[in-house]
């Protein structure tokens, strides 16, 4: 048996983030491992969705696009995210959703390089980044083409011919995080444009956009952001690029002067063009409300403490003998996101089970249970009582049951 260096207590004491979790409105007996798939609601989102509601929209109308700075909200939001994944203002814009992002980038992208016909990216890829590659090639005829190289060496299957390489940093399923740097720095070598993915990057760790000189990025805000259901997505553009970036959804919010009403398109030369039509105002506020969590904290700090909860979990899991039942799936700590991978043919019904004990975390077919460490709110406590939890459902197999057998529509 292996004994404790610290208790769960000791490496709360000491947790410079222990504070943070008074900023969230978490539902009581609940651990929440899931926070890599839907953060949690901050208690300053919950006050501005009302105040965006009753007073801004309820009392003072249309007037709220300037006196409330509606208008400028999409830019305002994107700095603030800017600041979290090292890009300097002006270069983010918050819009749509990471789908629709993808087509704005890979068209733009695929302009910018007219004798390149190929978009690279990895075959374990979210799908619906590589659904919107797939949807783009239906559009633009043969001479286009998907190619899918292997995550383990991106460097070494990169070529000339490439004209866009898409990838997300860090693999949804094992949480494999890939080098931004160097990738990034071999395909420009040979002349490939970068589109960089931070679904599970963006509130999670520190990411230097500005300083690996990536040309294009887009993220969600729903995840470590804490944004909400279906929250705005971003985008980021390379200021370098943004003279000649060209996306095709040409709306009227990316227009040069929207409310000069020309009959002409006339394409803004900055990352605002990324915007197509009218803003979500509601979800935009709750989303720039929630980043104010990030205001005094360091996404190192954020870093660190994810790396001790899930060292702690790896060492609880030991204890518990969680590995006589259970394969870890993901890469070591240093090489992966916030998040760990477990695999077992029953990890649907083990998840439903731990659920109804009041842990959640989640299930990515064919066989992962997903553990996700937020930093912002999860205490060590929590991975104990979690872990103790998990061993129980394993020895007694309570997954066997029928309740947690049955497949819902969300997984
Ligand atoms: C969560 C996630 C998405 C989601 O895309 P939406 O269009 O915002 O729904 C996309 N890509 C990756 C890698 C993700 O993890």
Redesign the pocket.
Known sequence: MINKVFSAKQLDDKDPLRHVVSQFALPPDTIYLDGNSLGPLPKAAEERARDVVTNQWGKDLIKSWNCHDWIRLPQKVGDKIGALIGAEAGQVVSCD????NLFKVLSAALNMQPDKKVIATTRD??P??IYMVQGLLTLLGDDYSIRYIDEGDIEGQLSDDIAVLML?QVN?RSGFKLNMETITRQAQKLGILTLW?L??SAGAFPVELDKCNVDFAVG?TY?YLNGGPGAP?FVYVAQRHQQQYRQPLSGWMGHQSPFAFTPDYEADDSVSQNLCGTPGILSMSVLDAALSVFDDISLKAIDEKSKKLQAFFAAEGKRAGLCDYMDIVSPPIENRGSQVALSHPEAYAICQAWIAKGVIADFRAPNILRIGFAPLYLSFEDIEVAVSKLADIMQKKTYEKAEFQRKQHVT
Request: glycine residues 0%; charged residues 20%; proline residues 0%.
């Open positions: 959703s990471i789908s629709i890829n979210f619906t980044d997300t949804f993915d679904a599970h969600c995840k997505a």
